[in-house]
Structures are given as C-alpha cells and as structure tokens.
C-alpha cells in the first residue's frame, strides 16, 4: 500500500468510502498500460481503458459532491434561520436568561455540526483531487498523452515539485461536466459556508457576557468548537492548494494563444459587450494591415516610388508593432480602456495619413501612415481581456471566437478592394478619394465607429487587471506541497522536506529545481518561437509578393488580387474546424511536422515563379493555409513544453508570441523589399527571378527548421 493509499483510508469519511475515488482500480489500469513488450492496438486500447475508467470516477465523485453540497446548503439555510432568529432574541432582550441560553446552545450544536459536514466536504475535494493528479502523473511518465474527444476538455497537472513542469490527459468529458469540475474545484459556495460559520461563531462568543452559560457551554462545547474551526481551516487550506494543480483546458485557448488560467467565475468582471469590442477590435486591425495588399503597386506607382519599397511599406506596421506590444501589455496592468481607444486613434490617423501621401506623392508619409497603423495593434490587450476577464466556462468561446474575428479580417481587408474598383475618383476639397485610397478612408470610418463605441460602452473591468495578479502572487499552486516546516500528507516519496528540516535549505533545493527545470524546458520553448517565427516569415512573404505576380505577370486588376487574398482568408474558418476535428487523434508534435513539411513543399513548387499559374497557386495554398494551421497546433504544443513562470505577467508568452510573429511578419516584408530591389519586378523574367530568390529562401529555411525540429522530436513532449 502506497502512501497516499494509506492517507485515502485514514482520512476519508467511513459513511463515505465508495463514494471516493478508486485509486486502487486505476493505478493497477495505468500498470497495465505501461507494461513492456506490448504491442501498439494493445498500448492503446489499455490507454483509453485508464482514460474511461478515469472519466467515470470523475463523474461518480461530481454527482456525490453535488448531492453533498445541496445537503450542506439545507444545513445553512436552517443555520441562518436560527441565527437570525437569535439575533432579534439578543437584540430586544438586554438582558438574556435561560431561553436564550438554550438558543445559543442549539445554535453552537448547528455550527458543529455544519463545521463537521463543510469540512468533510473540503477534505472528500482534496482527497479526490490528489488521487486525480496521482494517476494522470504516474500515466504521463510512460505514456503519451491521450487527445481529447472531440469537444470535449483536456486536464492539466502542474508538479509542484518540478516547478513549471506540467502533464495533460485528454478525457471524454462533456463541457458540461468540465464545468462541474471547475465548480467542484474552485468550491465558492463551501468557502462561503466557511466564513459564515466563523463569523457567526464569533458573533455568539460576543454575545458569552450576556448569557446564562453552563459549564459545557465555556469549557467543552467551545473546547470542540475551536478544534473543529482548525480543522475547517486546514481543510480549506489543502482544498485551495491541491484544486491549484489540476485545470481543465480546451484546445481553443491554446490555439488563441492564451496561456493564463482563468479567472473564478464570481471573480470575472467583463462582460459580453468587452468581449466583442476586443473580438472587433482584432478584426479591424487585421482588416486595416491586410488592407494595402491589393492595391500597393498601384500606390507606389502613383507616388513615383519603386516597386521594392512594397515590402518595406508593409513591414512598417510590424516595426512599430513590436514596441507597440510591450507597451500595450504595461499598460493593461493599470487599465484597458485607455489602450483600446489609443490603438483606435492610432488607426485614424494612419488611414487619414495614408490617403494624403498619395495626394502628396511622398513616400515618408505612407511609411508614416503604415508605423501608426502599426501602434493601433491592441491584440496583446484583447488577448489579456479575455485571459483575465472571461470566466473559465466561457474561455473556450472566446477563444474560438478571437481566431475567427482575426481571419474574418485578415480576408475582409483585401475584399474591400473589389467593391471599392467601382468607384468614381472624386474629390472633397483637397482630398481625393479613388479605389487606391477608398479602403483607407474607409477603414479610418471603422476605426472612428470604433473609438466612439468604446468610448461609450467599454466599462472598465473595476480590478483594471491587478486583482487577478494579486491573487497570482497569493496563491500557492506553484510552491511545494510542504513548506515552513509543515508536515504535509501529499508529498510524494522522496520528495518535498521532511518535518523539522532547515528552510534556507529547502527554499535553496526549491530554487534549483525551478532552475534545473526551466533550463530543461527552455530548448523546445525556443524551438516553438522558432516555428512561430518561421510560420509568419513564410505566410508573410507569400502574401506580400502575390500582387507581384497576380498583377505584373498576370496582368489582373487590384481587385481580382484582392478577391484570391479574400479566398485565402475565408477558407481560414472551415479549415480552423476542420483541424479542430483532426487535432483530437493526431498528436500536436506529428501535427506540426507534417504542416512544415507541406509548407516547405508549398515554398518549393512556388520557387517556379509563376509557370505555370495554377502550379503557383497550389504552391500558395499549402503555404498559407499551411502556416496559418500551424500557428495554432504550434501555439498549443508552445503551452505544454513551456515553463509555468512564462504563462503570466507582463512578460508571459502571449506578448513573447506576438513579438516572435511581429518579428517573422517584419522579416518576410523585407525579403520581399531586398529579392525586390536585387532583382527587378518590372518585366517578367525578373519577376521570374524574384520568386526563385524569395521562396527559394522561404523553403531553405523551412526545410532547416523541419530539420531542427526532428533533432528536438524527443525532447517536445506532446
């Protein structure tokens, strides 16, 4: 018998015990999934026999938990009605006798016996939770983890004692249930039976100088009183602490970039209305930095500018992107607002500046226009809106709903082209407004909206953000499970200190495991910011050439350009569903490898600069709908690789991955300005030229990074 089987028996509630976890049944099932010399149907259908067995004893202990919690709220119910009733009795009578005595002694009798149940009740939480986290621990260290049925969540396991290392264990698990599990874990209305227990109890203390007490009322009865609130306190304690270790995640918050664990649901202060104004505002900037695609030869032409400052003009938006971001993420530390309509004023003026450099004919004032284009990338604060402010049940939908608004504008952007070719040039005073220009006077008039709306309607979250990372920095999920001195019945065998050891020592031994660990995890950490930067590098470079070609060597119009960049845009949504599906039975790693195989397969078949057409646009599509799909399998492998340190604050990896993707979108604008320059784009056979340059490039470093990635394989734990 283990360790933690012994505490499983010693500490349970007897008239409880089938209804606990059945760690012995599912420990002997993860046995039989790690025996050597099977083969692999075998592997896997003992797998997903742990995997089933685990998802019914989840579900056996949440139906008993809510029978349990609805008994315990009947017994606050009657509790309230006797302290009220108390109350009133104190209140008029001055002077309390021997009725009030009696109705204070049946209301200690109600406490205790409240007491017992919500701390049994705490103590059945944790129990649970340890047995859950025992056996999804043990699972990982000899097998992959399993995907999780489509839609359905993942659990994941932080190790307190291998400091932000974590493991994940598909489960079969409705939403609905995953909900009740989160319920089950935070436990709020258990900690709210807990205060009221203690706050009543020192109300009637209060009221001892008044009342007739007896012998057992001063001495036994407030003797068991007292133990039984240590005992409630320590149950809360572990409660909070084990329940800290195990999350249920979807694969959507991965994908979105969002690493954070959410928010309590009576802790969220956001609303729908801020998550559509953050979902609106991604769309718009999307729009507005696709926006120029189609029609930027035509600018350039105009201003008497060459053709090689198109990727410059683009990239612009990245340069200003990067400091943009930092900035962006301080800010939301004090508020969300504020950033929002900076982001929005950005953007107007952009636009305004954008139509009159062509007016102008000056080149510095379209670089000018495209940087402040670039200020107005608030994604850094939409994603930490919906990390910080969107409850834990209602993460994965925003998420979902983050991705799509994002592709909605990255296709809609170019597709204001085409409706916008049919229009007469006309003039308002010294401004003109033609196709080349309409988008950017009518993206200025979307920003405007925009501002205006979230001026209006925006409320700011009232915790601006700090209640969240004040509550970061109280919580003790990331500490081992024995600390100052205190023994501590989950700490695993050889691990942890023991009773009575030196704290320098142990703090010391903490340190350099968190040390030892996060330089374990840092090399496949880099090798996904290396795959996120590559996947922007790529696609990048792919859609700021198309015009090249779609106009010089093809001879079609801005809005026909404008038209194929839409269709690769839209085709975003179904695919996004489509690997959703997929994602469930094929593994994050092998996933990602066969992306970047196709994505350099892509590179390659484009390197034939054009000839034929339709060999250059099936090049395309596996380029970019490579990329795309690859930035989220790559985001969510990203999550399980990482250090625990690197998922929050300032810094964490939601601003690190916008940085890498501002830095991959930069690089890919200004190949295409250098290959531009080195070339020539004026005539065919240096447009032909130009695309053996640029994708040649574009599959060299593709093919290197699959490379890297096979010598990583062992190391990328999926």
Avoid at 205 to 228: F, N, P, V, Y
Avoid at 575 to 588: F, H, M, P, Y
Avoid at 658 to 684: C, I, K, V, W
């Amino acid at each position: 018998m283990d360790e933690f089987t012994d505490s499983l028996y010693r500490e349970r509630v007897s008239s409880w015990s089938e209804q606990y976890i059945d760690y012995e049944k599912l420990q002997s099932k993860v046995d039989a999934a790690a025996e050597p010399n099977q083969d692999e149907a075998s592997c896997q259908q003992r797998r997903t026999e742990v995997e089933t067995a685990l998802d019914k004893e989840i579900k056996k202990v949440l139906s008993f938990y809510d029978s349990q919690l609805a008994q315990t709220d009947r017994g606050l119910q009657t509790m309230h009605k006797s302290f009220d009733t108390l109350k009133q009795q104190m209140s008029e009578h001055q002077n309390a006798g021997a009725a009030n005595m009696q109705l204070a002694d049946k209301h200690l009798q109600m406490l205790q016996q409240n007491g017992k149940h919500v701390t049994d009740l705490l103590q059945y939480i944790s129990l649970n939770v340890r047995g859950i986290r025992k056996v999804l621990n043990k699972f990982s260290r000899s097998n992959s983890p399993q995907k999780p049925k489509d839609g359905c969540m993942s659990l994941e396991v932080d190790r307190p004692h291998h400091p932000g290392s974590h493991s994940f264990q598909g489960t079969s698990l409705p939403k609905e249930v995953a909900e009740q599990l989160d319920d089950m874990f935070e436990h709020t209305a258990l900690e709210s039976a807990a205060h009221s227990i203690k706050k009543q109890y020192e109300q009637l203390q209060s009221w001892q100088s008044r009342l007739q007490t007896s012998k057992e009322w001063s001495g036994d009865a407030d003797q068991q009183m007292h133990e039984i609130l240590h005992r409630l306190d320590r149950s809360e304690y572990w409660a909070k602490r084990n329940t800290n270790l195990v999350h249920t995640i979807s694969q959507r918050e991965r994908w979105a970039g969002i690493y954070e664990k959410a928010p309590s649901s009576d802790k969220v202060p956001g609303g729908l209305l801020g998550l559509a104004i953050n979902c609106a505002c991604a769309a718009l900037y999307m729009a507005n930095y696709q926006l120029i695609l189609p029609d930027i030869e035509k600018y350039l032409g105009h201003i008497e500018a060459s053709s090689s400052w198109a990727g410059i003009a683009i990239g612009c938006c990245d340069v200003a992107t990067l400091p943009g971001a930092l900035g962006y993420s301080l800010w939301t530390n004090k508020s969300f607002k504020a950033p929002l309509l900076a982001a929005a004023l950005a953007c107007i003026c952009g636009n305004v500046l954008y139509g009159a450099g062509y007016d102008a004919k000056a080149l510095w004032i379209l670089l000018a226009s495209r940087l402040l284009v670039g200020f107005g990338s608030a994604r850094t604060v939409n994603r930490r809106y919906i990390a910080d402010f969107v409850s834990k049940g209602n993460r994965t939908k925003a998420s979902a709903a983050f991705v799509t608004s994002s592709a909605v504008g990255m296709a809609c952007g170019p597709l204001l082209a085409l409706p916008l070719s049919y229009l007469p040039t006309t003039s308002l005073g010294p401004i003109s407004i033609d196709p080349v220009t309409a988008g950017g006077w009518v993206m200025g008039l979307l920003w405007l909206t925009f501002l205006l709306l979230t001026l209006l309607m925006f409320e700011e979250p009232k915790s601006g953000g700090d209640s969240k990372h004040e509550s970061r920095n109280n919580d003790s999920e990331s500490e081992p499970l024995m600390s100052n001195q205190e023994s501590n019945p989950d700490v695993e065998q050889g691990q942890g200190q023991s009773e009575g050891s030196n704290i320098n020592s142990g703090n010391k031994s903490q340190e350099e495991d968190d040390s030892g660990s996060f330089k374990q995890q840092l090399p496949p950490t880099i090798l996904m910011f290396c795959v996120l930067f590559l996947v922007k590098l790529v696609q990048q470079g792919f859609l700021s050439s198309l015009s090249v070609f779609t106009i010089k060597l093809y001879g079609w119009s801005s809005s026909q350009s404008g038209l194929t960049l839409a269709a690769y845009g839209f085709t975003l949504i179904p695919l996004n569903l489509a690997v959703g599906k997929a994602s469930n039975t094929i593994s994050d790693r092998l996933f990602s490898v066969v992306l970047l195989a196709a994505i350099g397969l892509g590179s390659a078949l484009c390197t034939c600069s054009g000839k034929p057409m339709w060999l250059f646009f099936l090049g395309g599509a596996f380029v970019f709908m490579g990329s795309m799909t690859l930035e989220g399998s790559a985001m969510s492998l990203l999550s399980k690789v990482m250090h625990s340190s690197l998922a929050e604050g300032t810094f964490n990896t939601g601003l690190l991955t916008t940085e890498a993707g501002g830095f991959g979108r930069l690089a890919g604008n200004l190949a295409n300005s250098a290959f531009s320059r080195l070339s020539g784009t004026d005539t065919p056979s240096q447009v032909y030229s130009f695309g053996h340059y640029l994708f040649g490039l574009l599959t060299i470093l593709t093919v290197g990074n699959t490379v890297y990635f096979g010598s990583m394989w062992k190391k990328v734990k999926d």
